[in-house]
């Protein structure tokens, strides 16, 4: 199956990369180099057990990609989303036509999920009760 590994993720990768379908293609280009508000994004990028097309992970957002073949894997593409979104990441999924016929509605939607994923609060590194009170 496109997208899940079970063994070394590098290679599989790699091959991904190399055989983009055009949306990927069209997409990389305006995520890649921190152009899209200047936000770092890898592609083909291994999750778990899954090489997910596209990913920030300072905001924990990937997104992916389906072609028609996708109708008829939904039940193990939303697991898939599922696992991930256990993982901690918003998974933004788009059909390719929508890449590439409505380009700037899918970087408005990217961006807001960005923002949202830079927007949520980091972890205290010790509990309140064990900060110091000031005084050593």
């Known amino acids: 199956m496109r997208g899940q590994v079970s063994e070394k993720h590098e290679p599989y990768a790699r091959n991904l990369r190399h055989s983009q379908t055009s949306a990927e293609r069209k997409l990389w280009l305006l995520l890649r180099d921190r152009r899209l508000a200047g936000f770092k994004f890898r592609r083909q990028h291994p999750v778990g057990p899954f090489v997910v097309d596209?990913?920030?992970t300072e905001a924990k957002v990937i997104v992916e990609l389906d072609g028609g073949?996708?109708?008829?894997?939904?039940?193990?593409?939303?697991?898939?989303?599922?696992?991930?979104?256990?993982?901690?990441h918003r998974v933004l999924r788009f059909w390719n036509n929508e890449v590439?016929?409505?380009?700037s509605g899918v970087l408005e939607r990217i961006v807001e999920a960005l923002k949202r994923g830079r927007q949520r609060p980091s972890p205290s590194p010790l509990p309140s009760g064990e900060r110091g009170s000031g005084s050593s």
Do not use: E, I, K, P
């Open 54 to 56: 596209f990913c920030c």
């Open 69 to 88: 073949h996708h109708a008829l894997t939904h039940d193990s593409d939303t697991a898939r989303s599922g696992y991930l979104a256990g993982q901690g």
């Open 100 to 103: 590439l016929g409505n380009t």
